[in-house]
C-alpha cells in the first residue's frame, strides 16, 4: 500500500502570500489531520477531517483553513502569510473502525519557507 | 484546552545507557500514543495505549500508561545509535475527541 504523499515537498513564499498544500491518505483511510511542526513548539495540531468535515480545529487564527474531498484527498491553505509561518506543515492519516482510533501515518511533509 | 507536557527535552546517553522519557496530562486520557522521528524524517507510530495501568514491551522498549490515565513513559534499556531521534507521546482525550494532542518530543542522542 503507498503511504501518505504530500505535495509539494518544499516551498518558498513571501509574506502575504497565500499557498495551498496537498495530502493524499493511504487508501481507504478517511481520517486526515494536519499538523504544524517547529523547533520551538513541536508538533501542534491543526485540523481533522472525515468524510470531508472538519471534526475539530486546533488554536490557529482564521487564515489557516482546510477541506477534504469525496476521495478523502485534503488540502490547507495558509492566506497572507507570515514569517512566523515558516515550518513542516505534516499530514496524517488513519484508518478510523466505529469509535476506535488507530495509528496515525503521516506523510514526509512540506517545508514551507516564508521570506 | 488539553495539554501533554513531556520531560525531559533533550538527553544524551552513553551507548548502552538506559533512557527514560515522561508524559504529562493536564485531563485524563481515553489513550495515548508513542511516535519516533528521526531526523530528517517524519514521526513514525510506535505504539497506542489504553488501559489503566498498561504496560506493553517492543523488545528494548517498555511503555507504561499511568493508573489515573494522565501520565505515561517510555523507557529505552541498553540504548543503540538506531535509537536516536525525537520521542514524542501524543494523548487522545475523551470520547468522542477527535484531537491528537502531542508532547513537544525528547529528542534522544546516543554517543557511541
Known amino acids: 500500500k503507498a503511504g501518505v504523499t504530500q505535495t509539494p515537498r518544499y516551498l518558498i513564499k513571501t509574506r502575504g502570500q497565500q499557498v495551498t498544500l496537498s495530502c493524499s491518505p493511504i487508501s481507504g483511510h478517511r481520517s486526515v489531520s494536519w499538523y504544524q511542526q517547529t523547533p520551538g513548539q513541536g508538533l501542534q495540531f491543526l485540523f481533522e477531517y472525515f468524510s470531508e468535515t472538519q471534526r475539530n480545529k486546533g488554536n490557529f487564527p482564521g487564515r489557516f483553513s482546510g477541506r477534504q474531498f469525496s476521495n478523502s484527498r485534503s488540502e490547507m491553505n495558509v492566506s497572507t502569510l507570515e514569517l512566523g509561518d515558516s515550518a513542516l506543515y505534516l499530514c496524517?492519516?488513519?484508518?478510523?473502525?466505529?469509535?476506535?482510533?488507530?495509528?496515525?501515518?503521516f506523510g514526509p511533509g512540506t517545508r514551507l519557507t516564508v521570506l | 484546552g488539553q495539554q501533554v507536557m513531556q520531560i525531559p527535552q533533550y538527553q544524551h546517553v552513553q551507548e548502552g545507557e538506559d533512557f527514560t522519557t515522561y508524559c504529562n496530562s493536564s485531563t485524563t486520557l481515553s489513550n495515548i500514543q508513542w511516535y519516533k522521528q528521526r531526523p530528517g524524517g517524519h514521526p513514525v507510530f510506535l505504539i497506542q495505549l489504553v488501559k489503566s495501568g498498561e504496560v506493553k514491551k517492543q523488545k528494548r522498549l517498555t511503555f507504561q500508561f499511568g493508573e489515573a490515565k494522565k501520565n505515561s513513559s517510555l523507557h529505552i534499556t541498553a540504548t543503540q545509535t538506531t535509537d536516536v531521534g525525537t520521542y514524542f507521546c501524543a494523548g487522545r482525550a475523551g470520547a468522542g475527541s477527535y484531537q491528537l494532542t502531542f508532547g513537544k518530543g525528547t529528542k534522544l542522542s546516543v554517543i557511541p
Open positions: 496524517a492519516s488513519s484508518l478510523i473502525v466505529g469509535t476506535n482510533y488507530n495509528e496515525q501515518f
